[in-house]
Each structure stands twice: as C-alpha cells, then as structure tokens.
C-alpha cells in the first residue's frame, strides 16, 4: 500500500560563491551533496540535522524555492526539478511550506483576510465572492476565528501567526506539505498545540508532510520515518521506532544519545563529538563525518560510503556496515 | 435583548474598534505627538491652498505693473509692498507659489518612481544584474547636477517642464539606493518566499508585498528631497535660468531684487521671496522628520 508520492534522487545544491566586479566564481558551498530518500503517501518524513547541515535547503529545492543544481526530484512520477516558470506555478497548488519564523513569513502590511485570500487570486480559484467564505472556513478549521479576517499580522501572538501560516499552506489543498521547524520558534505549550493541530489537519486533509527540526523529540513525536543528515548528506533512513531503538550511524548514535530524559534516575552515556562541523565550501574527503567520528577507519578517509539497505527499511550510509 | 446578545454585541465593538486601528492611524498618532512636524505640517497646508486658491486672495494682477508706484512700502493697498516694476509682491507671491510648490512636487514625483522601480529591479535581482544598475547610477550620481542642469537649461531654453525634467532625471539615484537596500533585506525575509511558493509572479511579489513594505524611508525621502528641489529651482531662477520673467516663481523674484541699493532702499522686495523659501523648506523637512519618527517599526508604542 505504501505508494512513493515523492522521490528524491541523488539531489544536490551548490551554491556559488562570487566575488569582484564580474561576479566570478570562486568556489561552492555544497549545501546539499548527493541527497536521495522517497517519500509515501500518508506518511510524515522528519528530517534532523543540526543547523547549516541542508535540511531547510533540501526543503526549499523540493517547494521548489531553489532549483536542485543536479540530480532529479519526482512528485507523482513526474520530474519537477527543472520546471519553467509557468509549469511551475501550475505545480505550486501541489506542494506547499509552513515556515519557521511566524514573526516573519507573514507580509506585516497585510490584512489576514488578502493574505489568504492571494493564493486563491493568483491560481483563479473561486469567485470574488467565494473566497471570502472560504478563507473564514480555513481560519475556522485552524483553530482562529472568522472574524480575524480584517486584522494584521501584529495583533496576534506567536502561536496564532502560525496557525495562520498554515492556514495559507492549505488554500491550495496541497497533497503534501514541508515544514521547516514550525515549532522551533514557538513556546514549548504551544508547540504541542501546533504539532496536533498539524497531525488532525493531516487526518482530515489526507496531507503528506516534511516535518524539518534539530528538535528530536518533537520529530519523535510527529514523524513515521525520519531522516539524518549531516553536512549535506543524509546519513541515516529509517522508521521512526527502529532508528530510535537501533541507531546505526556513529552521528545519529551521537546525536540520540544528547536528548535529555527527563528521569534523573536513568544513566545515559553520552557520546560527546570532538571538534566543530567542518565547512561545507571544503568539506573531507571520503566520508565527511570522519573528522569527528569516534568509531573511525583508514576506509573512512578515503572513500564516500553510500546509503545502503542494512536492514529492511533501515538504511544508513557508514563503512561500518558493509 | 438578551444578556447573552448584549455580550456578543459589545464583543463585536471592541473588535471593530480594533480593525480601524490601521497602520495609517498608528502612524498619525504618533505623527502628531511630534509638535514642529504639526506646526511644519499645517504651515504647508497654508502655503499649498494658498497657492491653489491665489487667483481669489492676490489683490493684483501678478503681471500688472504699476510704474508709477515702483519699490513702494508695504502699505493697506499693497499688503507687502511692491516691486521694481511696481508688481504687488503679496499677489506674486502667491503665483509664485504655485511655481515653486509645483516644480518641487511634480520633480520629487517622478523621481520618487523612478527610483523606486529601478532600485526594486536591482535589489531584487541582485547579482550581475544589481551590479550593473548601480554602477550606473554610481555614474548619475558623479555628475555635478548643478553645472549639469545650467549647460542643459541654456541648451533647451529654460522652462519649468525642462528644470521639472532635468530636476527628475538627476535626483532619482538617492531613492534607487535607497530602495534596493530595502530590497535586499526584504528579499531574504521569509514572507517573500511564502508568497513565491504559493505561486505569486517576480511583478507581484516585487510590486505588491516588496515595495509597500520599502515605502516608509521612500517617503521620508521624498519630503526631505522636495524642500532641496525648491532650492535648487529657486538657485536656478535666481541665476536667470530657471522660470522666466513676468511668470513670478520666488527664485526669479530674488532675482529682481539683486541690485544693491534696492537691497537697501526696499527691503520688503527680496525678504518676502527669501522667507517663504526659508519656511516652506524648513516645514518640509520638520514634516520629513517627523514622518521618519512616525514611519520607524522600532519606535512601536
């Protein structure tokens, strides 16, 4: 039954460095390297990662914000990674973004009720006189009032702007919906109220989703499967209870180990990375978490492991395991 | 009416006292608290009907001459006295007030536009593109705009849509500057990328959700640019190459009374010309001020 609604194939983005009066490239920030995983219908696909590992630019390039600089993105079978503008808007309707900022991804200058109101105007949707039904339904639906329709941005609190994001991410009734940190800059009371408003929207609306966090239990809590990724790469696939359960890669060992738990009784050991991520402009050879992996071979040094099936839906890209 | 009724009722009033609470009324609440941008403000409110309404308040032809009465004192006939040609100063002052108010508005305008739409372009684009447009108005900006303005006025025969057009062509680089710093910022802002994802065009996205929120430091701009366009019109009438004679404008009114012993003899015929230029500049940037108070996010209350 699981059927692929989206699949990412070997994506990468590297943006330009320029400098000088022409513009000149001098070098690559390789944001993204190399980045495949799919994604079925129904399900939520957490990504983690730490700030700057490419989690919010695999995002944008799948909403189509960025074009991929190579590899392929299919939505439905279809390749949209290089899609011309008008093309592209036709297929806006189909993916949409809640961002992470509610303070900033709502214009300050505009009334909630034209907000809303936009997507419908720009794809034609509804008549004049419809739209304004149908906004104060989908305010309704995400937990606001109707009569917010006429108000600005600035006279609601964190956690309603981020209602109203998503309210807008719905307009359109797209099949699937990427979430970079939408809890991440709201109270921790409010996030749960957010998360679930998100979980009962995807009951109701059949959505997809990409939840994007650093925040693990919130992922935790969200996701069917999740992805790891550090420094471009994803390192780690695999269903929510196993990778939690059986961590395979050195980093998301690491990583799950940092999580606090909240019974002082319990002794966690704590695996503590040594040193800083190294930058993506020049990132090591082979595999690139080798610098600071505590389970490091000569292998590791030299060639690039490949994200690989170790167990059934578990996949993980380390020399450890093949 | 029930009670339950009542307390939807007055629910409801507080909610539309709020929704009229718009950014226009933020602004002029704070606008007003600011007393010389009020004083600024209705003084050019004054001098602006004054110079729509100067056919039914000029006592005089502005153009009549009175040969006879030449550098008379100002007196209960002639309220400011007259000039060296025995013109009624008040009377010419007040056409000579359209002139300048027009020449001054009408040039800001269109510079304003000009510069917005190029700095918008430049700004958002960024890149090759943003690096040409603005070495070209590196270019704009390194011309002297006054020598510039004398060489094309004595070239194209000084009239006012010529100093308008001139004024215009030379003075929108402040704005595109200005604008594509807005711009630059705004871009990167995540409500730009919200409204690109849900399919909004470059023209949209630039035009109606960019632009409105660049507009504040435009306008701070724009009323602080219009009192130096006055200037620069009065400078130039004042040199003989800006409006010409008998249309009175107060640059070529100042010019009249250039002759020393007129100075001395007739003080009232360059201090009126001087003084109006003098309050309608100052009001202009007191307003600017106080817009820029007013306009300023950070100042929230």
């Known amino acids: 039954m699981a059927e692929k609604l989206l699949e990412v194939n070997q994506v990468k983005k590297y943006f330009t460095i320029q400098s000088g009066f022409l513009q000149r490239t001098i070098g690559f920030n390789k944001a993204v390297d190399n980045v495949s995983f799919y994604i079925n219908r129904g399900e939520t696909f957490g990504i983690v990662g730490e700030s700057g590992c490419g989690k919010s630019t695999t995002g944008k390039m799948i909403t189509r914000l960025y074009e991929p600089t190579e590899g392929q993105i299919l939505?439905?079978?279809?390749?949209?990674?290089?899609?011309?503008?008008?093309?592209?808007?036709?297929?806006?309707?189909?993916?949409?973004?809640?961002?992470?900022?509610?303070?900033?991804?709502?214009?300050?200058?505009?009334?909630?009720?034209?907000?809303?109101?936009?997507?419908?105007?720009?794809?034609?949707?509804?008549?004049?006189?419809?739209?304004?039904?149908?906004?104060?339904?989908?305010?309704?639906?995400?937990?606001?009032?109707?009569?917010?329709?006429?108000?600005?941005?600035?006279?609601?609190?964190?956690?309603?702007?981020?209602?109203?994001?998503?309210?807008?991410?719905?307009?359109?009734?797209?099949?699937?919906?990427?979430?970079?940190?939408?809890?991440?800059a709201l109270d921790v009371s409010i996030q749960s109220q957010i998360l679930n408003l998100m979980k009962k929207l995807q009951k109701d609306f059949h959505l997809t989703y990409i939840f994007i966090s650093h925040d693990l239990s919130v992922v935790k809590h969200i996701?069917?499967?999740?992805?790891?990724?550090?420094?471009?790469?994803?390192?780690?696939?695999?269903?929510?209870?196993d990778l939690y359960q059986d961590p395979l890669h050195p980093y998301t060992q690491s990583l799950l180990s940092a999580v606090p738990v909240p019974n002082p009784k319990v002794k966690k050991e704590r695996i503590i990375l040594q040193g800083d991520v190294p930058s993506a402009v020049n990132p090591p050879k082979g595999c690139v978490f080798h610098t600071r992996c505590p389970k490091v071979m000569a292998q590791c040094k030299q060639e690039v492991p490949t994200l690989q099936e170790y167990k059934p839906k578990h996949y993980v890209a380390c020399h450890l395991y093949s | 009416m029930s009670n339950e009724q009542i307390i939807i009722n007055t629910q409801a009033g507080t909610l539309n006292k709020k929704k009229k609470e718009t950014m226009i009324k933020i602004t002029w609440r704070r606008f007003v608290r600011n007393r010389l941008a009020v004083i600024g403000l209705i003084t050019l409110s004054v001098i602006t009907l004054a110079a729509i309404f100067a056919p039914t308040l000029a006592t005089y032809d502005p153009t009549e001459q009175e040969l006879l009465n030449k550098l008379a004192a100002p007196s209960s006939e002639h309220f400011l006295g007259t000039d060296d040609l025995g013109r009624d100063i008040y009377s010419r002052l007040l056409y000579g007030a359209r002139?300048?108010?027009?020449?001054?508005?009408?040039?800001?305008?269109?510079?304003?536009?000009?510069?917005?739409?190029?700095?918008?372009?430049?700004?958002?684009?960024?890149?090759?593109?943003?690096?040409?447009?603005?070495?070209?108005?590196?270019?704009?900006?390194?011309?002297?705009?006054?020598?510039?303005?004398?060489?094309?006025v004595t070239i194209l025969k000084p009239s006012v849509?010529?100093?308008?057009?001139?004024?215009?062509?030379?003075?929108?680089?402040?704005?595109?500057?200005?604008?594509?710093?807005?711009?630059?910022?705004?871009?990167?802002?995540?409500?730009?990328?919200?409204?690109?994802?849900?399919?909004?065009?470059?023209?949209?996205?630039?035009?109606?959700?960019?632009?409105?929120?660049?507009?504040?430091?435009?306008?701070?701009?724009?009323?602080?640019?219009?009192?130096?366009?006055?200037?620069?019109?009065?400078?130039?009438?004042?040199?003989?190459?800006?409006?010409?004679?008998?249309?009175?404008?107060?640059?070529?009114?100042?010019?009249?009374?250039?002759?020393?012993?007129?100075?001395?003899?007739?003080w009232w015929y360059p201090f009126f010309p001087g003084l109006m230029i003098l309050i309608t500049v100052l009001s202009l940037n007191f307003v600017g001020d106080g817009l820029r108070d007013a306009l300023d996010p950070r100042l929230k209350d």
């Open chain 2, 99 to 152: 002139v300048s108010l027009m020449v001054g508005f009408v040039s800001v305008s269109f510079a304003v536009i000009i510069g917005m739409i190029y700095g918008a372009v430049a700004g958002y684009y960024g890149g090759i593109i943003d690096n040409i447009m603005m070495r070209f108005v590196d270019v704009v900006i390194a011309f002297p705009l006054l020598f510039l303005l004398i060489t094309v």
């Open chain 1, 75 to 184: 939505f439905e079978g279809n390749d949209i990674s290089h899609l011309s503008q008008k093309e592209l808007r036709k297929f806006r309707r189909e993916i949409q973004m809640v961002f992470q900022d509610p303070y900033a991804s709502l214009n300050p200058r505009k009334r909630i009720g034209i907000l809303l109101e936009e997507p419908y105007k720009i794809h034609n949707i509804y008549s004049e006189k419809e739209r304004r039904g149908k906004v104060e339904e989908l305010l309704e639906i995400v937990g606001l009032n109707a009569d917010h329709y006429d108000r600005y941005p600035h006279e609601f609190s964190g956690g309603q702007r981020q209602r109203i994001g998503i309210a807008r991410a719905l307009t359109l009734r797209p099949k699937l919906i990427v979430a970079d940190e939408p809890v991440s």
């Open chain 1, 223 to 241: 996701s069917d499967r999740i992805g790891v990724m550090y420094l471009g790469k994803m390192v780690e696939i695999a269903e929510k209870k």
């Open chain 2, 161 to 266: 849509f010529n100093i308008i057009a001139v004024l215009a062509l030379l003075s929108w680089t402040g704005t595109a500057r200005l604008v594509r710093g807005q711009f630059l910022s705004l871009k990167e802002r995540e409500f730009t990328d919200a409204v690109r994802v849900i399919g909004a065009s470059d023209f949209r996205i630039i035009f109606l959700h960019l632009l409105p929120n660049a507009l504040a430091p435009v306008i701070v701009a724009a009323t602080l640019g219009m009192g130096g366009m006055i200037l620069t019109e009065s400078g130039l009438s004042f040199l003989g190459l800006g409006v010409q004679p008998p249309t009175a404008s107060w640059g070529n009114m100042l010019q009249g009374a250039q002759n020393f012993t007129v100075m001395l003899t007739a």
